[in-house]
């Protein structure tokens, strides 16, 4: 596996459309690579930006959240379920956003699709995937890793279910995230500093599974599982959860 990442110039308060921004950094795309961007420069591109002043963080919160928590933990950290994904905060962040809060995409997916019908249509490829990446905390682990918050182009799961492991034995649960995988990759070489690198391509990946199509309903309702269902379940229902407005 090859991670490239792209340097940029600074994205800032929306001036650029998100396709005006890849024409103007993007040079080329090889056929079967998978295309990274920050969720922060799709946020900018679509104008999903909050000016940082006399905006109550919390209020924004509960209106980006599909649950939150009302108990400020430490750090100042409020805990959320956003795009079925265990996020602080909403995942609205203040760095480099310029005295703005930059939340998430209003659809993620969408913006994945549209991104690799762009990609396929700029660079005449028939096979190209997408992910759009952020960063999160691990429990009981220091520092960030990425994380995907919709991908496109490629089967995010592979399924060992059924097969047998080195010694014969039948995998009965074991299902790899690889959306995840390319997600912590691209994230760890484009960087969550000053180093204005927040596209990669993600070229030698032999592992992944193309599609020359969106993902379906179905196959991103098996990426998600609800709260009680969850391995995490005993942690995770434990908490007064209470429904954002983005419910």
Same mark, same amino acid.
């Given at each position: 596996m090859v991670v490239k990442p792209i340097k940029t110039g600074v994205v800032k308060n929306a001036d650029l459309s998100l396709s005006d921004f890849l024409d103007k950094?993007?040079?080329?795309?090889?056929? %079967?690579?998978?295309? !990274?961007? /920050?969720?922060?420069? @799709? !946020?900018?591109?679509?104008? %999903?930006? @909050?000016? @940082?002043?006399?905006?109550?963080?919390?209020?924004?919160?509960?209106?980006?959240?599909?649950?939150?928590?009302?108990?400020?933990? &430490?750090? $100042? &950290?409020?805990?959320? @379920? /956003?795009?079925? /994904?265990?996020? %602080?905060?909403? $995942?609205?962040d203040e760095s480099n956003g310029n005295g703005n809060y930059v939340l998430w995409p209003i659809d993620p997916q969408a913006s994945a699709n549209n991104i690799r019908s762009y990609l396929k249509q700029r660079f005449k490829l028939k096979s190209v995937g997408v992910i759009i990446t952020d960063s999160s905390s691990t429990p009981l682990r220091r520092g960030t890793s990425g994380i995907y918050l919709a991908h496109s182009g490629f089967a995010a799961l592979k399924d060992y279910r059924g097969s047998k492991d080195l010694f014969g034995r039948t995998y009965e649960m074991s299902r790899s995230n690889v959306a995840s995988g390319l997600a912590a990759a691209a994230v760890v070489a484009m960087g969550e500093g000053t180093e204005t690198t927040p596209i990669c391509i993600i070229e030698d990946v032999p592992f992944v599974q193309f599609q020359d199509r969106d993902p379906n309903r179905a196959e991103i309702m098996d990426l998600n599982i609800s709260i009680d269902q969850d391995i995490f379940a005993p942690f995770l229902t434990s908490v007064d959860w209470k429904k954002g407005k983005r419910s």
């Open positions: 950094y993007l040079d080329s795309v090889s056929e %079967r690579s998978v295309f !990274a961007i /920050t969720s922060k420069v @799709v !946020a900018i591109c679509e104008k %999903r930006i @909050v000016p @940082v002043a006399n905006t109550p963080k919390k209020k924004l919160i509960k209106r980006e959240a599909d649950l939150y928590t009302e108990e400020v933990f &430490s750090y $100042g &950290s409020i805990f959320t @379920v /956003t795009n079925n /994904t265990f996020i %602080r905060s909403a $995942g609205i």
